[in-house]
């Protein structure tokens, strides 16, 4: 039987994000190298998870690695009901180095995805052997629908960013500063770059290019250079 979790009292305390928020939190999240993340803040990526997560999760069901990522306390593994054990879990992982592989391999997964759409427009987040996760739809409290799933926690958390990169797909764009490039949803229809530092680079980038000088001009004044001797010299020549 699954573990029924309630989110920690901090946690449930806030408000459920919006999907926008929701859709926002997954294109940072692309953007952002959990390998150089400090143990501080892969625990905030951790809390940001289960954020991201809450209000989309009816009924969860976790592997002793996900324990370990997830959950903010100790545990002893034979008492958790509902708990699969893999041949690679390992009870005295800690919490960090758990959060961090888990994120990593959700990112990797998502920067995949991103890449297939972008590239045939098509991807299959699960395989055929994996199925998709058990979902159910709920209406909210403003009337409109949404989707809720039953199953493990990386398994959810793929099919819930699926659903928030689908919604806004239409309105994502690649940041115009070459040396960034990422994917973001702009808050209006000028914005071209995904941070303010982006568009102020970009346009330090173009000052610098305008105030190199133009290969064209600097043969043209080498030629005058190399010439100018060459006719007074002729000139002196005709004069003699």
């Not at 909210?140 to 926690?153: A, P």
């Not at 043209?220 to 020549?237: D, K, N, Y």
Request: glycine share 4%; hydrophobic share 35%.
């Amino acid at each position: 039987m699954p573990i029924q979790r309630e989110p920690s009292p901090d946690l449930a305390s806030r408000p459920a994000p919006s999907t926008r928020e929701r859709a926002e939190w997954v294109l940072e999240f692309l953007r952002r190298d959990v390998g150089d993340l400090s143990p501080g803040e892969v625990i905030d990526l951790r809390d940001d998870i289960i954020r991201f997560r809450h209000g989309t999760i009816e009924v969860e069901s976790f592997d002793l690695d996900e324990l370990h990522a997830l959950f903010p306390w100790d545990f002893k593994p034979a008492q958790q009901e509902g708990v699969e054990k893999s041949a690679t879990s390992d009870p005295s992982r800690p919490v960090i180095a758990a959060t961090r592989e888990l994120a990593t391999g959700l990112q990797v997964r998502l920067r995949e995805g991103v890449a297939a759409l972008e590239a045939d427009g098509r991807w299959e987040p699960f395989d055929t052997n994996k199925p998709a996760p058990h979902w159910s739809i709920h209406l909210r409290s403003d009337g409109t629908f949404e989707r809720r799933y039953t199953g493990r926690q990386a398994t959810v958390f793929l099919a819930s960013a699926v659903d928030c990169l689908l919604e806004w797909w239409p309105e994502l764009r690649r940041c115009k500063h070459e040396a960034c490039n990422a994917l973001f949803l702009p808050r209006h229809g000028r914005q071209r770059y995904h941070a303010s530092s982006c568009r102020q680079a970009n346009f330090r980038y173009r000052e610098r290019a305008r105030s190199r000088p133009s290969p064209v001009r600097s043969a043209g004044a080498a030629a005058v250079l190399t010439e100018t001797p060459a006719a007074a010299s002729i000139g002196a020549v005709d004069r003699a």
